[in-house]
């Protein structure tokens, strides 16, 4: 009675657990073994088991594990996990060789009335040998796609060979680090046959400019993947050229500059045009009135497909002053690769006078040089592009256009207008006024002329009546 006795207990033992708890996956129901088949050392295969109640009362998933060299349980589930009649639970067992050979590794589930055990299997076989133009690639090599401009891709590939003659190997890979680089999606997943070999396009794509890098796994394979991205050629524009209004330029003076093209330009684009100062006057180092309309030294422009000339936003020229200092001026167009040059030269010229009236018998504070209740005071604005404003004279007439003595009076500025340059940030513009007592009836006085001297030269005034 012993023999049946022992032969019925392991009946029992198996049959009733599996009568009322059955493992399968997407391939079928699994028995008291599983094969995960042949794979790559390195490569990283995985299988979702599916644990179902097919009893009537309700059991409990209470234990996983698996125990065995290549073989793990990622994700375990948070256990007991309560199955009702015809209710399941999934789990997920990987299998990763680390060399080739067998591999095995026992899946135990529950340790009660309802236990299963399955004996996990898997064989490690060779992996790729990976080469790029026929030259083999080991682990830590380096794959350098050079320099790429942002916007492109570049593909190089890479060789695949199977080495295990009866045996398929499945492309698996993993790539971490920039996401400029990047496998085609058909390609992970595909099979080779023994003995054959597969290409693998790898790709890079930058978005940015700089070095990027990545690194692609190929089963025990790990490559260094890097790259540059480029910023995009600028766009084939035409040589350009500044055209100066007038040609010849002299201070206080708005001139206008333009933009011409030496073709019809194949491409749209835009440009830049700057202005630059050298002071030609000791001791001056810049001019602010030296400027675009906007008041900056820098004035941008566009170029159309097809146009032969620059566009500024307020036309096809823009406004510039030469301000009140001699020295020259220094125009730079840039449009794409391409430059151009213009100067113009603001010579030394006599004082400019840009506005001068006289005023009788202006109130003035008694204790003052000279106050008089009968006076006129001469009031002058102009520019002196030298800075070396020296003899001022006045001279006054009266109403039948005769000389009023003392005749013309000569007076040394030199100093005063040292004085006033150097504190000046206005360039040569200066405002002059003069106060002159008058012996006896001011109204007598009906106009004057002004003649100022400096370095290259005398200015006069025109007749100024009042």
């Not at 504070?365 to 001022?392: A, F, H, K, M, W």
Request: with cysteine; charged share 5%.
């Amino acid at each position: 009675m012993k023999r049946p006795l022992f032969f019925l207990a392991a009946l029992c033992l198996s049959p009733c657990a599996w009568a009322q708890l059955t493992l399968s996956t997407a391939q079928g129901p699994v028995s008291q073994s599983y094969d995960f088949g042949p794979v790559a050392a390195g490569d990283l295969v995985n299988t979702v088991f599916t644990l179902t109640n097919t009893g009537t009362e309700q059991i409990f998933f209470t234990y996983l594990s698996v125990n065995g060299s290549g073989f793990s349980n990622p994700g375990t589930p948070v256990l007991p996990i309560p199955l009702a009649p015809l209710g399941a639970a999934q789990f997920t067992v990987e299998f990763q060789p680390t060399q080739p050979g067998s591999y095995s590794a026992n899946l135990q589930i529950n340790q009660d009335q309802t236990a299963i055990s399955v004996i996990l299997v898997g064989t490690g076989l060779p992996g790729f040998t990976v080469s790029q133009s026929g030259q083999p690639l080991t682990g830590g090599q380096t794959v350098n796609f050079g320099n790429v401009q942002t916007g492109t891709t570049k593909t190089l590939t890479l060789t695949l060979m199977n080495p295990n003659q009866a045996a398929a190997l499945t492309i698996a890979t993993t790539l971490s680090g920039s996401a400029a680089f990047s496998i085609p999606a058909s390609a992970q997943g595909s099979t080779v046959a023994g003995g054959a070999s597969a290409p693998l396009a790898v790709v890079f794509a930058p978005t940015a400019t700089g070095p990027q890098q990545a690194t692609l796994s190929i089963g025990a394979v790990s490559l260094n993947l890097v790259g540059n991205g480029t910023a995009p050629a600028p766009p084939l524009l035409p040589q350009p050229s500044i055209q100066l209004n007038p040609a010849s330029l002299t201070s206080a003076q708005q001139g206008t500059l333009a933009v011409s093209l030496a073709s019809a330009s194949a491409n749209s684009g835009s440009g830049t045009v700057t202005l630059a100062f050298q002071s030609a006057v000791s001791g001056v180092t810049d001019d602010p009135a030296v400027a675009f309309a906007d008041g900056t030294r820098s004035a941008t422009f566009t170029v159309a497909q097809g146009a032969t000339a620059g566009q500024f936003s307020g036309g096809s020229t823009v406004q510039f002053g030469t301000g009140s200092t001699a020295g020259a001026l220094a125009f730079t167009v840039t449009l794409g690769a391409n430059t151009a040059h213009a100067a113009a030269t603001i010579a030394p010229s006599v004082i400019g006078i840009d506005a001068s009236v006289i005023t009788r018998n202006v109130a003035c504070i008694p204790t003052e040089l000279y106050c008089t209740t009968s006076n006129l005071q001469v009031q002058l604005n102009g520019y002196d592009n030298t800075r070396s404003t020296s003899q001022i004279a006045f001279t006054f007439f009266g109403s039948s256009g005769q000389t009023i003595a003392p005749g013309n009076i000569t007076v040394d500025g030199t100093q005063a207008f040292e004085q006033y340059f150097a504190g000046s940030t206005l360039g040569g513009v200066f405002g002059l006024s003069a106060f002159f007592p008058v012996t006896g009836d001011s109204n007598q006085v009906t106009a004057a002329t002004i003649v100022l001297t400096n370095s290259a030269g005398t200015a006069t005034t025109q007749r100024i009546n009042f």
